[in-house]
């Protein structure tokens, strides 16, 4: 498995941007599917954004289209999600996973960061 550490999150107004970060351990990042997830109060966790191995592939959530932005960079053993144009309702906490696969499940999580959207 592969430890995951997420950082980036915070307070910010509406239309803002943040830049989560993800940074894995072990050597055999590059092998790994990677995800973004979150879960707001109340809620379950859902799919925000997802990345192949190689970073060809890219997927979204309807409600992130176009707003967010999922990349990696494989010498850093890193994931990045972009969000732009934030809204209130995407306060949530968000995770990042790991998977072998980019259509799941994955098998290994952060333990979370926050954003607050403010209006």
């Known amino acids: 498995q592969v430890q995951l550490v997420e950082s980036g999150g915070g307070l910010v107004q509406a239309g803002g941007s943040l830049r989560l970060s993800c940074a894995a351990s072990g050597r055999t990042f590059s092998s790994y599917a990677m995800g973004w997830f979150r879960q707001a109060p109340g809620k379950e966790r859902e799919f925000v954004a997802a990345?192949?191995?190689?970073?060809?592939?890219?997927y979204y959530a309807d409600s992130v289209k176009g707003r967010f932005t999922i990349s990696r960079d494989n010498a850093k053993n890193t994931v990045y999600l972009q969000m732009n144009s934030l809204k209130p309702e995407d306060t949530a906490v968000y995770y990042c996973?790991?998977?072998?696969?980019?259509?799941?499940?994955?098998?290994?999580w952060g333990q979370g960061t926050q954003v607050t959207v403010s209006s």
């Open positions: 996973a790991a998977g072998p696969v980019v259509a799941g499940p994955f098998g290994s």
């Open positions: 990345i192949s191995w190689s970073g060809g592939s890219t």
